[in-house]
């Protein structure tokens, strides 16, 4: 039982490039996250899947797609990406809904140079 | 099992009032305890507190952590209608594990 995985753990872009984070879980859950944090500041939410089939837009949605491939798996798209988004970046799910208890993915560095 | 209890439940104000909204937590490792609002689908992060004593203010919004009593709380003063929202106070902890209180709901009324 890994939890919720996350690859790469770390990644170096140029403005421009494009990448895709990957997500998986292993715990039957229906809800899935991404968060960025910057130093300093709390987990702010990107984009989340309530359940499979379905995504909505968080807080600072901008510069960011998803997709929930299935009920494992949620990934995030930078399609050109811009040093603002220069940040670690966190996969979480929960069994249901935002305030279920949210298990969170180790994290991916993302410098984008 | 980390538990995260807000209180009020609920609470209705008028315009200018100042209302404080209290967190208290039982967390194993606990790392931070953050703050949201929550209007329409998703919450908007509003603090992020680590350290005990140190007051994190936003305009009219302030919020302060006591590590050896295991509570925060989220003031609000000179209270507007768009303040009307859900709070969620939520604790991190060193097992990266996001554990959500059951909210407040606050509505200002004009």
């Known amino acids: 039982n890994a939890g919720v995985t996350q690859t790469p753990k770390f990644q170096v872009l140029k403005t421009g490039q494009s990448m895709t984070l990957q997500c998986a879980q292993d715990?039957?859950?229906?809800?899935m996250y991404w968060y960025r944090q910057d130093p300093g500041m709390g987990l702010r939410l990107i984009y989340y899947?309530?359940?499979?089939?379905?995504?909505d837009k968080g807080e600072v949605p901008n510069g960011y797609n998803v997709s929930r491939l299935n009920k494992r798996e949620f990934s995030l798209r930078l399609e050109s990406a811009a040093p603002s988004q220069t940040s670690v970046y966190f996969c979480?799910?929960?069994?249901?809904?935002?305030?279920?208890?949210?298990?969170f993915g180790p994290g991916t560095r993302l410098t984008v140079l | 099992e980390d538990k995260v209890v807000q209180s009020p439940l609920s609470l209705v104000v008028h315009e200018g009032d100042t209302v404080t909204l209290n967190c208290s937590y039982e967390?194993?490792?606990?790392?931070?305890l953050l703050w949201y609002k929550q209007e329409k689908k998703a919450p908007t992060f509003l603090f992020m507190l680590t350290s005990s004593g140190i007051e994190k203010k936003s305009g009219r919004l302030s919020s302060i952590l006591d590590k050896k009593e295991l509570f925060s709380i989220l003031n609000i003063t000179a209270t507007q209608t768009g303040d009307s929202a859900v709070y969620l106070c939520a604790c991190h902890n060193a097992g990266n594990m996001l554990t959500f209180g059951g909210g407040t709901r606050l509505m200002v009324k004009p």
């Open positions: 899947s309530a359940s499979e089939g379905t995504t």
């Open positions: 715990m039957n859950h229906n809800s």
């Open positions: 979480a799910s929960s069994e249901r809904g935002f305030t279920d208890t949210q298990y």
């Open positions: 967390v194993t490792n606990f790392r931070s």
